[in-house]
T-cell receptor, first 111, second 112 residues
Framework: SQTIHQWPATLVQPVGSPLSLECTVE??????LYWYRQAAGRGLQLLFY??????ISSEVPQNLSASRPQDRQFILSSKKLLLSDSGFYLC??????????FGSGTRLTVV | GQNIDQPTEMTATEGAIVQINCTYQ??????LFWYQQHAGEAPTFLSY????GLEEKGRFSSFLSRSKGYSYLLLKELQMKDSASYLC?????????????FGRGTSLIVHP
């Protein structure tokens, strides 16, 4: 079965600082990968998805970017964080049974 | 685009049965999912419906009617640990891919 590793679990960053969140997947090859953000009391907002190395699709215009340098690695980045970037960031992977499995998430607070 | 609607909050009594409804609009329907999310944690998979009908898994069942754009999650023999947010998600076509869109979730409170 698939396992998704995300780190760090918690992050506090000042406004204007850069961001890099990493997600790695075990137990599968060439997975479809997704980055979601969940603001407090809100639903999951799809930010980016990737169907393969170097292939990134953006769902929402923002100051975030994503990259997929390796088959099982998905990175979410920002050059300059905004207060509105605060939230719970989740990486997800499409599984063999058709559903999605999530990493444990990173709670980002921009101050 | 895709639109998903589910109640914001529900309450129920331990040992009872609760049904959480979800209505959706999507193009290129390719599956409906239910997830459970406890506060501060990642969502965990509960069920997946792609054809009409009822899927049963222990105390949890999920129903789908594609013609009505409707699903429900049924929780039986409620336990205190079932207090959580329940997310309905629909996979539909976006551009050349199938993308999952999540509803805002239904916060279920189970009381003694």
């Amino acid at each position: 079965s698939q396992t998704i590793h995300q780190w760090p679990a918690t992050l506090v960053q000042p406004v204007g600082s850069p961001l890099s969140l990493e997600c790695t997947v075990e137990g599968t090859s060439n997975p479809n990968l997704y980055w979601y953000r969940q603001a407090a009391g809100r639903g999951l907002q799809l930010l980016f998805y990737s169907v393969g190395i170097g292939q990134i699709s953006s769902e929402v215009p923002q100051n975030l970017s994503a990259s997929r340098p390796q088959d099982r690695q998905f990175i979410l980045s920002s050059k300059k964080l905004l207060l509105s970037d605060s939230g719970f960031y989740l990486c997800a992977s499409l599984t063999d049974y058709g559903g999605y499995t999530f990493g444990s998430g990173t709670r980002l607070t921009v101050v | 685009g895709q639109n998903i609607d589910q109640p914001t909050e529900m309450t129920a009594t331990e040992g009872a049965i609760v049904q959480i409804n979800c209505t959706y609009q999507t193009s290129g329907f390719n599956g409906l999912f239910w997830y459970q999310q406890h506060a501060g944690e990642a969502p965990t998979f509960l069920s997946y419906n792609v054809l009409d009908g009822l899927e049963e898994k222990g105390r949890f069942s999920s129903f789908l009617s594609r013609s009505k754009g409707y699903s429900y999650l049924l929780l039986k023999e409620l336990q205190m640990k079932d207090s959580a947010s329940y997310l309905c998600a629909v996979r539909g076509r976006s551009g050349g891919s199938y993308i999952p869109t999540f509803g805002r979730g239904t916060s279920l409170i189970v009381h003694p």
